[in-house]
């Protein structure tokens, strides 16, 4: 590991604690060995992080609630009114919320039911056409026998102006 | 701090001052705090304070649980800071010290504490004041507060790796100045 790089995380990642388990290791490993980064990190530590922790924290004045109160008391009245158009889409905006995954788990199941509704309807077209193969056979029979009769009566023409025309 | 429910938000973002109490005692504390560190004056830190959480019951209504109430809060409350601290540099250079803020709500008072805690609050004061705005809300919000870099890039909307660039330009300029100061009580 390169020195300039060590400083670096020293004064970030490192000493912020927001290395991963084996980096961490790597820079320790890096310090046991190099004198000037590990006065670096010293340096580091004592002058410019560690003087921030626990620092005391202050609490805001109660004055400072009670001004912001008496502003929303006096913003209140005026807020109802402009804005209960908003009020109403946002309600119905509630009510139609759907998370993404609720949507994303809705259309799955709205798909499956899809594909086992026509999984299920297709036996029953199968029965009809198990049934054509019958009258089919009956329909041919009688168009090839209407045929025959016509081509040794010799009457194969249908009469009408065009094949006049044509004929 | 994270017990503000969906409805606490609704009922405040419809007006109810006691569940806007609620959300105001839950994150105050923060937002007073980084105030402080931030601008350096303990009088505008109440009147960001004030602001910020005039903001936030404004703008509740348009609040859409994209991000968590805290984050959302949080963000309002570094610009705002930011927005103070850079105006107050553009108008005068500043000089408020430690002194200046006498009137700080203490939550220990131990008389032993005081001397070392006040030459602590002396030597915090003078390092940040001697960063940007920008790098200030870093460390503030990294050292003081303990937020991970990927909160503080939440906060201010920014990349993580703008977070690490800036912690590291404050803190090598941080370290500078400990050195003359080391040398100027020597």
Redesign the interface.
């Known amino acids: 590991m390169k020195c300039k790089y060590v400083k670096e995380l020293i004064l970030t990642d490192y000493l912020d604690e927001q290395l991963g388990k084996e980096q961490k290791t790597q820079i320790e490993k890096h310090l046991t060995i190099c004198k000037g980064c590990k006065e670096y990190e010293l340096l580091t530590r004592t002058a410019v992080v560690e003087p921030f922790n626990n620092l005391e924290r202050y609490n805001p004045p109660e004055a400072a609630w009670h001004k912001i109160r008496e502003q929303i008391e006096e913003e209140l009245p005026l807020q109802e009114p402009t804005n209960s158009f908003a009020d109403l889409i946002r309600k119905v905006k509630t009510f139609l919320y759907i998370p993404k995954p609720a949507f994303v788990v809705t259309t799955i199941i709205v798909l499956l039911l899809v594909v086992i509704t026509v999984m299920k309807l297709q036996p029953e077209d199968q029965k009809i056409v198990k049934v054509n193969p019958e009258s089919q056979i009956e329909c041919i029979t009688y168009l090839i026998s209407v045929f025959d009769q016509e081509t040794v009566n010799g009457n194969d023409d249908f009469g009408t102006s065009i094949e006049e025309l044509f004929l | 701090m994270d017990n503000i429910t969906e409805n606490i938000i609704i009922e405040a973002s ?2 109810s ?1 006691e569940a ?2 609620s959300i ?1 005692k839950a994150y ?2 923060f ?3 980084v105030a ?1 560190r931030v601008v350096n004056n303990i009088d505008e830190a ?1 009147e960001v ?2 602001e910020v ?2 903001t936030v ?2 703008k509740l ?1 348009s609040f859409k649980f994209k991000s968590s109430l805290k984050t959302w809060v949080y963000r309002i409350a570094v610009n705002m800071a930011i927005d103070y601290a850079r105006k107050r540099s553009k108008e005068q250079h500043h000089t408020v010290l430690y002194e200046d803020n006498n009137k ?5 008072d131990s008389a032993g504490e005081n001397i070392e ?1 006040e030459q ?2 002396k ?2 004061s003078t ?1 940040l004041e001697a960063l940007s705005p920008n790098q200030r809300v870093c ?1 503030v919000l ?3 507060e303990g937020l ?2 990927q909160e503080i890039a939440e906060s201010l909307n920014i990349n993580i790796n703008t977070v ?1 660039s800036r ?2 330009r404050a ?2 300029k ?2 500078v100045l ?2 003359e100061m080391v040398k100027n009580e020597m």
Not at chain 2, 104 to 108: E, F, G, S, V, Y
């Open positions: 419809e007006g001052t806007f109490e105001y105050s504390g937002v007073y705090n402080f109440q304070t004030q959480f005039l019951y404004r209504k700080l709500n203490k939550t220990i805690r602590q609050e030597i915090i390092l460390i990294r050292s003081i991970s870099y690490r912690l590291k803190r090598e941080l370290i400990r050195k």
